[in-house]
């Protein structure tokens, strides 16, 4: 399986962190798809010269999340995503990280608008890469 995570030892973002997003971002794009398997804690922690602690506490969350299955003897698994969070859970979750964005863009001067726009650009690369187009 080609490598679909990409750490940057210099971002504020924690490794396992930036391992969870590049994993949900590869489901939703399809680059990895349900019933592709992933490395083991072990093997993707070498890959990334990383602490498998790390990579274990990336891969609980997901489980938690129910993007992986993890089946004795076999390995991790991408699953059927199953809805673990209400959408009020969902949308509590959401808004730090919305408030924090935003917070950002105003501080670096951007319109209201220019954030609007960049949104919609990037939601519709999202839904053409998801969409195979």
């Known amino acids: 399986m080609a490598t679909v995570f990409n750490i940057n030892t210099g971002s504020h973002t924690p490794i396992y962190a930036q391992i969870t997003h590049q994993a949900r971002h590869a489901v939703l794009t399809g680059r990895l798809k349900v019933g592709d398997q992933l490395p083991s804690v072990r093997a993707l922690a070498e890959e990334l010269v990383v602490n498998p602690n790390t990579v274990a506490r990336a891969y609980a969350e997901l489980s938690r999340e129910g993007l992986l299955e993890s089946r004795a003897g076999r390995g991790v698994f991408i699953t059927q995503k199953r809805k673990v969070f209400s959408r009020a859970e969902g949308w509590r979750r959401l808004e730090p990280q919305l408030h924090a964005l935003i917070g950002e863009a105003m ?7 220019e954030l609007r726009e960049a949104f919609e650009e990037q939601l519709g690369k999202w839904k053409k890469t998801k969409g195979g187009e």
């Not at 501080?107 to 608008?113: A, G, V």
Request: zero cysteines.
């Open 107 to 113: 501080t670096l001067d951007f319109t209201p608008e």
